[in-house]
């Protein structure tokens, strides 16, 4: 992993869409000030937990194929704080020499990924701390896990 001190930039202070999008789909790495201002949220539209859920069922069900049909590395950009399970998870349950790189800009998700992502013996898991906005920074640092020359699966959910 690079980049910052893990902590380094989280203000608690203020609600984060990547702590709120955790209390949606109903998980502990969030705070009272994301759960109030995803209250606030449902308000305007209730359906926001289950679009949550939706998306990260998306996600599993396209891991699963693509690793059932060969696939054996992903590259997952804006990734998220980890839950479970995650698409590394989900990856190399079906084959567990999948490589998986994570990527995103968050300092959250630099602290969580550091504590929860661990992956098969056979495969690779790695996350890079980098913004999906600097795609050259991204793909330097994925061809250091990734290969290039064989097909990635590219995950921007």
Not at 17 to 22: E, F, K, Q, S, T
Not at 57 to 63: I, S, V
Not at 79 to 89: A, C, D, R, V, Y
Not at 125 to 154: H, M, N, S
């Amino acid at each position: 992993m690079t980049g910052q001190h893990p902590t380094a930039g989280i203000d608690t202070s203020k609600p984060h869409p990547a702590r709120m999008y955790d209390w949606y789909l109903g998980g502990k790495d969030n705070y009272p000030v994301d759960e109030a201002m995803g209250r606030q949220m449902l308000t305007l539209d209730p359906r926001v937990p289950v679009m949550a859920r939706v998306n990260r069922a998306f996600m599993h069900r396209a891991t699963r194929w693509l690793a059932a049909h060969g696939t054996r590395q992903f590259l997952d950009v804006g990734t998220g704080i980890p839950t479970e399970p995650n698409l590394h998870q989900v990856a190399q349950e079906t084959a567990p020499d999948a490589r998986v790189v994570y990527c995103d800009n968050d300092p959250i998700v630099l602290a969580h990924a550091e504590a929860l992502l661990r992956g098969t013996p056979e495969g690779k898991t790695e996350y890079l701390q980098a913004d999906v906005r600097d795609p050259d920074a991204v793909l330097e640092g994925a061809q250091k896990v990734l290969d290039f020359d064989r097909p990635i699966a590219l995950s921007l959910v």
